[in-house]
């Protein structure tokens, strides 16, 4: 239930809105200014990237969880080699969780508020594990 809901919030954003990189990154940057200077030149191009590689992830850990779990660890260690905390790290999926909710307007439910609240826990968790943490 929990995957069909998420997929099912992801198409309807995605028809909506299109390209959802602009609305995530805006979202993004309204809560955390400082972000938007880390990204360089090649802004849209690595955002762009970095949103399609948190969808795929996302994508695996509500279907098979063939490798989200490490992925998430992994990239969260790799992104404090560039000063990104894990918890900033941790941000961006529920920044993607509540553009989503934005652009789905009414059809967003109380059931799909608590899969992206699970979702966004577990893959926390996962970038908390990565850090020595306790999930």
Do not use: C
């Given at each position: 239930m929990q995957a069909a809901l998420i997929l099912k919030s992801l198409e309807l954003a995605a028809d909506r809105a299109g390209d959802l990189t602009p609305?995530?990154?805006?979202?993004?940057f309204a809560e955390r200014p400082e972000l938007a200077g880390m990204f360089g030149?090649?802004?849209?191009?690595?955002?762009?990237?970095?949103?399609?590689?948190?969808?795929?992830?996302?994508?695996?850990?509500?279907?098979?969880?063939?490798?989200a779990a490490n992925l998430v660890a992994a990239e969260s260690a790799a992104?404090?080699?560039?000063?990104?905390?894990?918890?900033?790290?941790?941000?961006?999926?529920?920044?993607?969780?509540?553009?989503?909710?934005?652009?789905?307007?009414?059809?967003?439910?109380?059931e799909t508020e608590a899969a992206w609240r699970d979702l966004v826990a577990d893959m926390t968790a996962c970038v908390q594990q990565d850090e020595g943490v306790p999930a």
């Open positions: 609305h995530v990154y805006a979202r993004l030149h090649n802004a849209k191009s690595v955002q762009g990237e970095m949103l399609a590689r948190a969808l795929e992830t996302i994508l695996d850990f509500v279907g098979d969880r063939a490798y992104h404090a080699t560039y000063e990104v905390a894990p918890e900033t790290f941790a941000l961006f999926f529920r920044v993607i969780a509540e553009t989503l909710r934005d652009l789905t307007g009414a059809d967003w439910t109380n």
